[in-house]
């Protein structure tokens, strides 16, 4: 494909220049406006590197009532992702390679950017026996229980070792189900405001604890699902400084949103539950110094019926694909709280390079950042429509992506 774009601030080395490129089998060479190019001018619009997301259901193989590859990736692509990594809480499970095999395979033919799964941890994700570790660890981006945490020390302690063994990374979803309490929101065990039993911060900062203590003594690549708490944040910031190999991702609603701001509507369900406006603020913190690495959607689509019964009676998850950049932008960078070039960092650069994705080629995504619109779900591309963000005004449209150098999504003709 022979692409040239003029006269567009372009993301380059953290920081943003005025330039004209081209693109020319899956690289960057310098402006060409010969007429076998297809020109596109970008003055005022903005070239990221394409977004990467680490944490993303897209539901097949088992629930395609819920989301299809094919849907999922078409709302990727139109929001500016070029690679996304999808939780194994499917059906099957991909334990083993006959079971991944199936989601490769529909990966394969209906994928509109780059797809890589990721492995359960453990045999049907029951926690009681590891999978098929060995066997599918060259196909996928590391190993996750998402949805569940692995609640037995030992276990977690030899999918470690085993994990380290084959240099892939253990992408931990951290619940103590013995704290759960049956909650559904943040407030401990009870929320004043609703009446609703809550699930307590320590239900998640306790695990990332004790899988500290296991990533120093296995040595394991180490990477913590959704953070939402103050104490996870600070757990995590002094195993950095510790020399731990660990990461961790948190959510766009985690960052903008607190407890008090929660109704009693399914598409503020989610897990873990949207928390205090003292742990948002030690999240921006975390954000700020490093302490956060990235930002991941959890992307969790569900059917209308499953987000339709309250905060008790819905299903967990919500979507965030196509609000995520625009949200965090307007929320975020528009108020000065963070730079363009953080959330740059922290949407693409930095999941990049710790699930290695996206390192090659030409994977980028154009904005025009003065496009003001409504989050409207009923527009979604996704199948999934409960988002805690409709009717939020928000700034930043996708006008184009591209994905291993050929054009995925264009709004630009």
Not at 18 to 41: H, R
Not at 168 to 180: F, G, V, W
Not at 357 to 384: A, H, Q
């Amino acid at each position: 494909m022979k692409i040239s774009f003029k006269n567009a601030f372009l993301y380059s080395n953290n920081h943003f220049v005025k330039t004209s490129f081209s693109i020319l089998n899956n690289a960057i060479i310098p402006y060409c406006d010969s007429s076998d190019f297809e020109v596109y001018d970008c003055e005022g619009m903005y070239i990221f590197p394409g977004f990467v997301d680490v944490h993303v259901h897209l539901r097949e193989p088992g629930f395609s009532y819920k989301e299809t590859v094919a849907t999922g990736t078409d709302a990727a692509v139109s929001s500016g992702y070029t690679a996304l990594c999808t939780m194994p809480n499917l059906k099957p499970v991909p334990d083993n390679y006959e079971n991944l095999k199936i989601q490769l395979d529909i990966i394969s033919k209906d994928a509109k950017c780059k797809v890589v799964p990721f492995a359960s941890i453990t045999k049907g994700q029951n926690g009681e026996e590891l999978s098929d570790m060995v066997g599918v660890s060259e196909f996928v981006s590391g190993f996750s229980d998402d949805g569940k945490g692995v609640q037995n020390e030992d276990m977690m302690r030899n999918a470690m070792k085993k994990a380290k063994e084959l240099g892939k990374i253990i992408s931990a979803h951290c619940e103590d189900n013995s704290l759960l309490f049956g909650g559904v929101i943040h407030k401990g065990k009870f929320s004043e405001k609703t009446g609703i039993p809550g699930i307590c911060s320590e239900s998640e900062y306790l695990p990332i604890e004790r899988d500290v203590e296991l990533a120093k003594e296995t040595g394991v690549s180490y990477h913590v699902c959704h953070i939402s708490t103050k104490e996870s944040v600070e757990i995590i910031r002094k195993a950095k400084k510790d020399g731990v190999d660990i990461t961790c991702e948190t959510a766009p609603h985690y960052l903008v949103l607190n407890d008090e701001m929660i109704e009693d509507n399914g598409r503020f369900k989610m897990n873990p539950p949207i928390r205090s406006e003292e742990d948002r603020i030690a999240l921006i913190e975390g954000i700020k110094d490093g302490t956060i690495d990235m930002i991941a959607t959890d992307h969790a689509p569900h059917s209308f019926e499953e987000k339709s019964k309250g905060l008790v009676g819905s299903s967990m998850g919500v979507v965030g694909l196509e609000t995520a950049f625009p949200v965090l932008y307007t929320k975020l960078v528009k108020k000065g709280i963070i730079s363009l070039e953080k959330l740059i960092e922290i949407m693409s650069v930095k999941p990049s390079e710790r699930f290695s994705l996206c390192r090659d080629g030409v994977n980028l995504c154009i904005y025009d950042l003065e496009s003001k619109y409504t989050v409207t779900p009923d527009l979604f591309k996704s199948m999934g429509k409960s988002s805690p963000f409709e009717e939020e005004e928000v700034f930043g449209k996708c006008m184009m992506t591209v994905c291993d150098g050929n054009v995925v999504y264009n709004q630009m003709k």
